[in-house]
């Protein structure tokens, strides 16, 4: 039997018992029903399941952008869920990278411009040229958003949020709103950053194709964690079956 890619790594998250329910008026929704997840450093793993099965929620918690209802979270052995929005706000500023679908570029700023936002307030950044150059775009550096394709915008949110070397990257369907094509490329700038920084790299998506990236693939359905598989050998973005 092949050993786990977890094996002798340091955990960085541990999840037991995660719940989330949002009151909607008189309807409560239960968004996450008892999770629970390890994650381990170095890893590249994909939360998969269908849309509304919370895997969002999840990536939020475990970001320190929500808070759960129930159940414990701890980050390399500290609790989040007993810590107050300053503490959060300091974590997710100086040890979380975020992507998301949408690229949230500022469009007055150049790409060098708005990665050098994130860099300005971090304690020990990449230089914002380096972590352009890390996704591909050392040519691109000075052009604005306007002057970009979707993807490579998408690249730049990407350069944008692992220049301040985060030890953990979080991405939520990064490559919702593109072509398969551009996808690959989006694709292959997060397992970039995930290989030469070593940062614990966790995406959220719909799209099973994905999941052969991976070294485990969490498969999230109606609230739980319906199992997880691993994969013997992680496939580069341009060999999956799309």
């Known amino acids: 039997m092949s050993e786990s890619p977890s094996a002798g790594k340091d955990q960085v ?6 719940t989330k329910v949002y009151h909607m008026g008189e309807v409560d929704v239960h968004a996450l029903r008892g999770v629970d997840l390890d994650l381990f ?5 994909v939360l998969l399941g ?12 475990l970001g320190g952008l929500d808070v759960p209802s129930g159940g414990s979270v701890s980050y390399r052995g500290k609790e989040l869920t007993e810590v107050g929005d300053a503490e959060l706000t300091r974590y997710r500023r100086e040890h979380v990278g975020f992507v998301f679908q949408f690229y949230n570029l500022i469009p007055s700023l150049t790409a060098r ?7 300005e307030i ?27 394709s ?3 915008q998408q690249r730049v949110a990407i350069a944008r949020a692992v220049a301040k070397r985060p030890y953990i990257l979080l991405c939520d369907e990064p490559t919702g709103a593109l072509d398969v094509e551009t996808g690959v490329v989006v ?9 030469e920084l070593g940062t614990t790299t966790a995406v959220i998506t719909h799209n099973a194709a994905i999941a ?3 070294d485990r693939v969490i498969h999230i359905h109606d609230g739980r964690v319906d199992r997880i598989t691993t994969n013997a050998t992680r496939l580069p973005a341009r060999e999956l079956q799309w």
Request: proline content about 6%; aromatic content about 4%.
């Open 41 to 45: 450093a170095g890893e590249f793993v």
């Open 150 to 152: 979707g993807g490579q």
């Open 113 to 119: 411009e708005n990665v050098a936002l994130v860099t």
């Open 187 to 195: 694709l292959e700038a997060i397992a970039a950053a995930n290989r």
């Open 212 to 214: 052969g990236m991976a």
């Open 13 to 18: 998250f541990r999840a037991r018992g995660v």
């Open 50 to 61: 269908p849309s509304g099965s919370g895997k969002s929620t999840l990536l939020n918690i």
């Open 122 to 148: 971090s304690k020990n950044p990449m230089k914002p040229a380096e972590a352009l150059a890390l996704v591909g775009l050392q040519d691109r550096m000075d052009h604005f958003p306007s002057q970009l």
